[in-house]
């Protein structure tokens, strides 16, 4: 199972960086790489952080030398990991709740990774090394984007349409403007659809007055 958590976190990388360059096909790829991960880690992370394989789960066998404690801490270091991955997900795809699972998501997983360091510095073993490996590269970017303003990722990915940009920076000077808050949609609709669409698009409106 490790091989197919690294090729779903190297597709969710990817699929972020194409994110952040507003190539086609990124939410797609996003959804689907960052909801098996999710799913992965929620149900079998225990399995996948104890090196067990997925033929071995229902081994009594594979659990040899491992601890129930070690079992416990596993499922809830997937839980994390999961809630976190969530919140990353949702402040991508500009989702509502996004802040409030990366804020759940980041408090839960500041106490497992405090539990984790204080372990990892008592053995040294590599279970909890390789824990905090993954807690210190989903944490840093979640925190990262919790702190972040959904104006400011979208100044990153709509870098190449000035427009839009300076209508964000306007909207930022005066949030309660409506008028402003307005321009910046249509600058974003301008930016993504073609005028075939947008023409349809406001075809639709007229419709549903």
């Given at each position: 199972m490790k091989i197919t958590e690294k090729i779903l976190a190297g597709i969710l990388v990817l699929s972020i960086v194409l994110k952040l360059f507003s190539i086609p096909g990124n939410s797609i790829l996003l959804v689907l790489s960052s909801s098996v991960l999710m799913m992965l880690y929620f149900y079998v992370?225990?399995?996948?952080?104890?090196?067990?394989?997925?033929?071995?789960?229902?081994?009594?066998?594979?659990?040899?030398?491992?601890?129930?404690?070690?079992?416990?801490?596993?499922?809830?270091?997937?839980?994390?990991?999961?809630?976190?991955?969530?919140?990353?997900?949702?402040?991508?795809?500009?989702?509502?709740?996004?802040?409030?699972?990366?804020?759940?998501?980041?408090?839960?997983?500041?106490?497992?990774?405090?539990?984790?360091?204080?372990?990892?510095?008592?053995?040294?073993?590599?279970?909890?090394?390789?824990?905090?490996?993954?807690?210190?590269?989903?944490?840093?970017?979640?925190?990262f984007l919790f702190l972040t303003t959904d104006y400011s990722i979208d100044k990153i990915k709509m870098r190449n349409y000035p427009e839009y940009v300076k209508a964000i920076k306007e909207l930022e000077k005066d949030p309660e403007n409506e008028t402003l808050r307005q321009k910046v949609e249509d600058e974003y609709n301008k930016a993504i659809f073609t005028e075939e669409e947008l023409k349809y698009m406001k075809y639709q409106e007229d419709l549903n007055k």
């Open positions: 992370g225990f399995a996948i952080f104890n090196d067990i394989s997925f033929k071995g789960i229902f081994k009594k066998k594979s659990y040899n030398g491992i601890s129930a404690l070690r079992i416990v801490g596993a499922i809830f270091s997937g839980i994390g990991l999961s809630i976190v991955l969530a919140g990353i997900l949702f402040r991508l795809q500009h989702w509502p709740g996004g802040n409030f699972q990366l804020l759940t998501g980041i408090v839960f997983s500041a106490i497992i990774l405090i539990i984790l360091i204080v372990k990892y510095i008592k053995g040294k073993e590599l279970f909890y090394k390789r824990l905090l490996t993954r807690f210190v590269f989903v944490g840093v970017f979640g925190l």
